[in-house]
């Protein structure tokens, strides 16, 4: 019968019972670290290869800068352009490149599976039998797999660098695929970036385009010329101003009727009836005025002078005053001529200036309908000019990426060519030989438990007093002779 557990366990007794079964647990722990050992030794070394991809940055102007540096070296737009390398370094059309090149043998390794734990697993292989015989394509399409799970890409975030690794059993080999890699990698960035034919093509259409904005701006010269404009806004600011300087004359010439009209009215109210419609034609000069103003002058100084000496009856006093009476009307009459005179010259220059007015209003619409004519002529000539800009910028730009491509340039570059490692890597190893021995020493722990567990002697005095159901009165030490003789 299996003996029951105690329901508490001292340290003591953890401690008697690893001593008890000291050799069970040493041979395990021994066993377990020398099956790992000799996997170690017989696991096939790995070396790695590493190559770094740089992509150039685009240095721009940052306007929200505030200090002298104002320029950037990286930007945030780019980060869509390198998930795109990232995208292109894992894509299975490069994989294929690198298999089509160095064929599957050496993506399957079968000439380096020389360690022994490789032969003996090769061994064990050939004597299962296969069912079909083995396909080309088949062959390729696992290549490819392999690969792709192989090749490992390190790419931080906002960095223009990627890290490509690839191990393998030897060095020179791990260094002979990632090269090839690398150079289907720079070559499938080049032939996704470039265009073969756009050079011809933006060439052509350079050529179509140009001849297209001799043809418009020609129509524009021609507009211009049957309507006589050089500019149409030049042109239309000459003929407002002079619109602006007609009403500001028509404004002034109503003024100025405004006063003769004033003095036509107290002139006729100094005259008689019969002489307030005189004739217009017979107006005299400002210098006849002038000459009749002097006259009238002298008579009024000769006049007073004879009031001063004579009598109002006296004859000569009389025909004085006679003189000098009709003298005033005669001047006010040729005034009222002269006024009259120049109220029908104002209205001449009123009607003039109207007729003017007119004439500058009709210039100006005729312009708004030739404005319209010749603004689809330059809008067509400048349609065609900045497609013909456009154009020349495409074209310069396929002539150099034509160059680039002859001289095998792209911003992508290789910075670090796949290494050649000297020495193997034993991280995998050291991992291995570590889980060995905590598996060992736990395992150990477990078998002497286990082995206490599935003993049915007495070794302790708690054992007899438990399974006999009586006291222990006392208990001897177990001698080395005595253990000679029970054996």
Not at 397 to 410: C, F, K, Y
Not at 461 to 472: F, Q, R
Request: proline share 3%; aromatic share 6%.
């Amino acid at each position: 019968m299996i003996r029951q557990s105690q329901p508490s366990m001292t340290a003591r007794d953890v401690c008697r019972i690893l001593f008890r079964h000291r050799w069970r647990g040493t041979l395990f722990f021994l066993a377990v670290v020398a099956i790992a050992g000799v996997g170690v030794l017989l696991m096939p070394r790995k070396y790695q290869s590493e190559a770094t991809f740089y992509m150039k940055p685009d240095f721009r102007v940052d306007p929200a800068a505030t200090n002298e540096t104002q320029v950037v070296a990286f930007d945030p737009e780019r980060e869509g352009e390198m998930r795109s390398i990232v995208t292109l370094l894992e894509s299975r059309l490069l994989f294929e490149r690198v298999v089509d090149a160095l064929g599957p043998e050496k993506i399957f390794e079968n000439d380096l599976k020389t360690a022994p734990l490789d032969i003996a697993v090769g061994s064990v292989m050939a004597m299962i039998p296969q069912f079909g015989a083995k396909s080309e394509k088949i062959e390729r399409e696992k290549a490819i797999r392999l690969l792709m799970k192989s090749i490992a890409l390190d790419h931080a975030k906002k960095s223009h660098v990627v890290t490509a690794s690839y191990k393998s059993r030897s060095a020179e080999r791990a260094q002979e695929v990632l090269r090839a890699y690398t150079t289907a990698a720079m070559q499938q960035h080049l032939d996704a970036n470039r265009n073969p034919n756009s050079f011809d093509f933006f060439l052509e259409q350079e050529s179509i385009l140009k001849e297209r904005v001799r043809e418009a701006n020609q129509a524009v010269r021609d507009v211009k010329n049957e309507f006589g404009l050089v500019s149409v806004a030049s042109q239309r600011k000459v003929l407002e101003d002079h619109l602006s300087n007609l009403d500001r004359e028509i404004l002034a010439t109503e003024t100025a009727r405004a006063a003769v009209d004033d003095n036509i009215q107290t002139l006729r109210a100094q005259l008689p009836f019969e002489m307030q419609n005189p004739d217009a034609g017979s107006a005299l000069s400002v210098y006849s005025i002038d000459t009749m103003r002097g006259q009238l002058y002298t008579l009024e100084l000769r006049y007073r002078e004879l009031v001063a000496r004579f009598q109002d009856t006296h004859p000569q006093v009389v025909a004085t005053k006679e003189q000098l009476d009709e003298s005033k009307l005669v001047l006010n009459q040729q005034q009222l001529v002269n006024e009259l005179s120049k109220a029908a010259g104002l209205r001449s220059k009123r009607n003039a200036l109207e007729q003017e007015i007119a004439a500058t209003k009709l210039k100006l619409n005729a312009m708004n309908e030739q404005e319209v004519t010749i603004a689809e002529v330059e809008r067509k000539a400048e349609e065609a000019t900045a497609s013909h800009r456009l154009v020349v910028r495409k074209l310069e730009q396929a002539r150099i990426d034509q160059q680039l491509e002859t001289g095998h340039i792209s911003n992508l570059r290789l910075t670090q060519e796949p290494t050649l490692m000297g020495k193997s890597l034993s991280r995998k190893g050291l991992l291995i030989i570590s889980m060995a021995l905590m598996v060992g020493l736990f395992g150990a722990i477990a078998i002497a438990y286990a082995s206490e567990m599935l003993d049915e002697s007495l070794a302790t005095t708690n054992d007899i007093e438990a399974s006999l159901g009586i006291p222990v009165l006392a208990s001897l030490p177990q001698t080395r002779s005595h253990r000679l003789s029970m054996n």
